[in-house]
Nanobody, 122 residues
């Protein structure tokens, strides 16, 4: 089992930036990490994902060019850097892990964090 804990969420002004972290309870060897978000009244949607090695990433079209993902496996941590934030990014952000390749489908992930709230104000 893997416990994932997100942090870094909060209130940010439109146009601002925020960094989220996803810390795993243990080394997640060969696990891909994905970020998903769920806004009020909306379905959970894929945001971004990264392979175990960090050599491969996948971005939702809506965040391409504004969001970046990276990981530090020595720290069992994945980072999501978000910039040029708008109200469209207001949501609870979840990180998730699965063995092998990443996926854009939430159903493919085995482990989930509790989420961290990101609120973009204007």
């Amino acid at each position: 089992q893997v416990v994932l804990v997100e942090s870094g969420g909060g209130l940010v002004q439109a146009g601002g930036s925020l960094r989220l972290s996803c810390a795993a309870s243990r080394r997640t060897f060969n696990y891909a990490i994905g970020w998903f978000r769920q806004a009020p009244g909306k379905e959970r949607e894929f945001v971004i994902a990264i392979s175990w090695s960090g050599g491969s990433t996948s971005y939702a079209d809506s965040v391409k060019g504004r969001f970046t993902i990276s990981r530090d496996n020595a720290k069992n941590t994945v980072y999501l850097r978000m910039s040029s934030l708008t109200s469209e990014e207001t949501a609870v952000y979840y990180c998730a892990a699965r063995p092998g390749a990443y996926s854009r489908e939430s159903q493919r992930y085995d482990y989930w964090g509790q989420g961290t709230q990101v609120t973009v104000s204007s």
